[in-house]
């Protein structure tokens, strides 16, 4: 077969264009974040036809059928960008104190400005780290969370490894990610709206390299049964798998297992 040497072209408009397995993949990460940053919201509700506005709370009423009673108090969201599942957790769960730590600077303070201060305005910090190596100590949150991050992990084992050790025992986490379409008919018109549609409305906003890495992206996930097997070898017991609008997102939701149960 000849060798793709599509991914390796620098988009046209010169915007940062992360290429898996190069050394410089995470920098050029942060770069692309930096570079959409401002327009990442209204671009995704634009991409997604709105979808992914229902996609986080529907998310979040999986999370609640799925996890034991005990309250949720401390949450942590992972590669929290400009903080719109950050706001939400916190909305949905009133009493909790809200964590949202990302690696990229200009997604953070879109989400600062997003939150609201003051009194009656739920309890939330933002601050900066990276999702493989979490500033915390281990068992600090009841409840971790990230939304349309694993795809662009330079080692996902190794990220969920960590959200476990920061989880108290059967504490819960909840990754949402686009995923594989249910039916390989859907899925075909899947891919030809990420590969063709999504890169054009990219380009009409100086962003050619950014939403050309995103099909890419999407072909980097595990299917649902080995990612549900990356979560029991990362240390979690109890796992599930809820798919949203015929599969193109799902929510998985693991239970972190007794400290003794894990692998690493
Ligand atoms: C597609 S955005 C998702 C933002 C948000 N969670 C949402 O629901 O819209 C992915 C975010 O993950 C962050 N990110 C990617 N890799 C990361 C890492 N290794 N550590 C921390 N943040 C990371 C990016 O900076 C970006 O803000």
Do not use: K
């Not at 209204?42 to 999370?63: E, K, N, T």
């Not at 969201?77 to 719109?84: L, Q, Y």
């Not at 969370?145 to 694993?150: I, K």
């Amino acid at each position: 077969m000849p060798e793709d040497t599509s991914r390796r072209r620098p988009a046209r408009d010169g915007s940062p264009r992360p290429e898996r397995g190069a050394p410089d993949f995470e920098r050029d990460v942060r770069r692309m974040f930096t570079h959409i940053a401002q327009r990442y919201e209204w671009f995704d509700h634009l991409a997604s036809v709105g979808s992914d506005l229902v996609w986080r709370p529907r998310a979040l009423w999986a999370l609640d059928r799925f996890r034991s009673a005990r309250p949720v108090e401390r949450i942590l969201d992972v590669g929290c960008g400009t903080g719109e599942l950050t706001r939400l957790a916190a909305r949905h769960y009133p009493g909790s104190r809200v964590v949202g730590v990302d690696f990229t600077a200009a997604m953070l303070r879109v989400a600062a400005r997003r939150t609201p201060r003051g009194p009656g305005s739920p309890r939330i910090g933002y601050g900066r780290g990276t999702a493989m190596r979490l500033p915390f100590a281990d068992g600090s949150f009841d409840l971790v969370t990230n939304a349309f991050l694993a795809r662009n992990l330079v080692d996902l084992d190794a990220a969920l490894t960590e959200m476990r050790r920061v989880l108290r025992a059967q504490g819960t986490l909840l990754v949402l990610e686009i995923t594989e379409p249910s039916s390989p008919t859907f899925g075909a018109v899947f891919h030809a709206y990420f590969d063709h549609v999504v890169p054009w409305l990219g380009a009409a906003v100086d962003s050619a390299g950014p939403y050309r890495y995103l099909p890419e992206s999407l072909r980097s996930l595990p299917p649902r049964p080995a990612f549900l097997a990356a979560l029991e070898r990362a240390g979690f017991a109890r796992t599930e798998a809820d798919t949203q609008s015929l599969g193109i997102v799902t929510t998985f939701l693991a239970e972190a297992g007794p400290p003794a149960a894990r692998s690493r």
